[in-house]
């Protein structure tokens, strides 16, 4: 590519960062540094890829703080008819209003988590559940609900269907349903590919460690997908 050296180094900058931030000015550095030609056309892709994943990764955002307001996001778990602090004991939640809600990871997948005592007080919130855990069973509102007297969060989100699929050098995965595949990955990232888009697996739905697949293989629950061109 007869990239400079300074770009090599920021390579390896890159690959030791931890921070989002600091690792989206280093990819946004070597891009300007990467000489323009057209052996580096496929540098250049990895580059903005990895940008935007990067900026995926960064773009959770905390919630709008009115309980008619809250933006729905997948999964959505809805806790129904628990002691509202003793749940706060549990999760790091924020209280408003009547109702107690926020983001928690769940075997490295984030979930949007609402507890709330009343369900006829917030139909709206319920309605637009994937999953009720409620003390008693509730008919009208969600179609997946688990009825106990304890919450057991981990196991009723495997139950559900949703695995977590990691990208590149990735922390959190990636919130999927069992059964999706790289292609249904790629969309839920608002990645663009071309006719030679392809996909390097490690994982449990690997036949071997960093097979090549296409975007129509079936992924399974800790994944770590690499997009490639």
Known sequence: MNAPQEYYEL???YS???DLEEKERILKKMM???PKH???DREFGSLKRRLSLLRKEASHKPLI???TAIRKRWPRVSLVGYNLDGVLKVFNLTKVENIRYGIVRVNDVQVQ????QDPDKNKDLLLQSDIIISKNKIDKYC?????SDRINLDRTVRDFGVIGVYTENSRDAVAMRRGESVSDLIKKLHLKTEKNTYAVIFGKSAKFQGQRVALSHKLED???VFIKT
Request: hydrophobic letters at 35%.
């Open 222 to 224: 800790g994944d770590r």
């Open 143 to 147: 179609n997946f609900q688990v009825v």
């Open 16 to 18: 030791k960062e931890k």
């Open 113 to 116: 988590l609402i507890a709330l």
């Open 65 to 67: 703080h009115k309980t």
């Open 11 to 13: 390579e390896e900058r």
């Open 32 to 34: 300007v540094i990467l």
């Open 38 to 40: 057209k052996g580096t």
